[in-house]
Nanobody, 121 residues
Framework: QVQLVESGGGLVQAGGSLRLSCAAS????????MGWYRQAPGKQRELVAT???????NYADSMKGRFTISRDNAKNTVNLQMNSLKPDDTAVYYC???????????????WGQGTQVTVSS
């Protein structure tokens, strides 16, 4: 099995910064795309940013210029640096990864448990 564990959430004032981290562990052969999604109360889960194994990134429009996604392939980790945070960024942030497990050929998609980010005004 594969586990994704997020860390780094918390409470921050508007305009502040937070850095989220996600570590993948388990029976991993290789991780392709990794990403972050978020879900605010009463809203659907939405894309924040993704990054391929080669480092190509994709951001939701509202996060461009404020958030930066990065990864360490050797450590199977993905990070999200969030700057200029706004109250609207308040949500549970989830790590996501496309993983090929050892001994398998197919890609499995995994989610972390989520970490709460609260931005006060």
């Amino acid at each position: 099995q594969v586990q994704l564990v997020e860390s780094g959430g918390g409470l921050v004032q508007a305009g502040g910064s937070l850095r989220l981290s996600c570590a993948a562990s388990g029976s991993i052969f290789i991780i392709n795309r990794m990403g972050w999604y978020r879900q605010a109360p009463g809203k659907q889960r939405e894309l924040v940013a993704t990054i391929t194994r080669g480092g190509a990134t994709n951001y939701a429009d509202s996060m461009k210029g404020r958030f930066t996604i990065s990864r360490d392939n050797a450590k199977n980790t993905v990070n999200l640096q969030m700057n200029s945070l706004k109250p609207d960024d308040t949500a549970v942030y989830y790590c996501n990864a496309d993983v090929i497990r050892r001994g398998e050929l197919r890609i499995n998609n995994y989610w972390g448990q989520g970490t709460q980010v609260t931005v006060s005004s």
